[in-house]
């Protein structure tokens, strides 16, 4: 790959972009399928072959619009069908950013699962209350991490399967 070339240096950075976004499903902070995205309208706009680019753009694109939608609707429907209240994903999304920067590698995974829990166990008075609850946001945040790695998977096998095809 000769770096002086302009195709190959776009392919090479959409396909930074897309690796990014796919560590952004593990590592948060990075916005994982809005990168994954962005890598192939770069890819699509700045290089040469033909309609194909533009199919897998729009493809790519429906499977970022259906990840978002599904990602936030599907765990947040379960959420509410069990009856775990929008304020306690609130105390779990900020107990879990504080635990990020406390302890690191699993603080966001630690500090998540105590602020629903302490939510919980505030709202309902009860240990024993507060545990289901607290499972129930846990596997909707499992849920949420598959669907959202589902799709920027989907999103880098376009991609690939364009660059094959153009």
Do not use: H
């Not at 897309?18 to 948060?28: F, K, Y």
């Not at 995205?37 to 499977?63: C, D, K, M, N, P």
């Not at 900020?94 to 995974?109: D, E, R």
């Amino acid at each position: 790959m000769d770096l002086t070339d302009t195709q190959s240096l776009v392919t090479l950075l959409a396909g930074v972009a897309i690796v990014a976004g796919l560590l952004g499903v593990v590592v948060p902070v990075l916005p994982a399928l809005p990168l994954c995205w962005g890598g192939v309208l770069i890819w699509a706009i700045f290089t040469e072959g033909g309609w194909q680019r533009w199919a897998v753009l729009g493809a790519a694109t429906v499977v970022a619009v259906l990840g978002t939608v599904v990602k936030y609707a599907w765990p947040g429907r379960n959420l509410k069908r069990v009856g775990v209240p929008n304020s306690t994903l609130l105390a779990g999304g900020v107990l879990g950013i504080v635990g990020f920067f406390v302890v690191p590698v699993v603080g966001l995974l630690l500090g998540f699962v105590l602020g629903i829990w302490l939510a919980e166990r505030l709202r309902l008075g009860d240990n024993q209350l507060a545990w289901p609850a607290t499972k129930q946001a846990v596997q909707a945040a499992g849920l949420a991490f598959l669907i959202e790695f589902t799709a920027g998977a989907m999103i880098a096998t376009l991609w690939v399967a364009g660059l094959v095809l153009t």
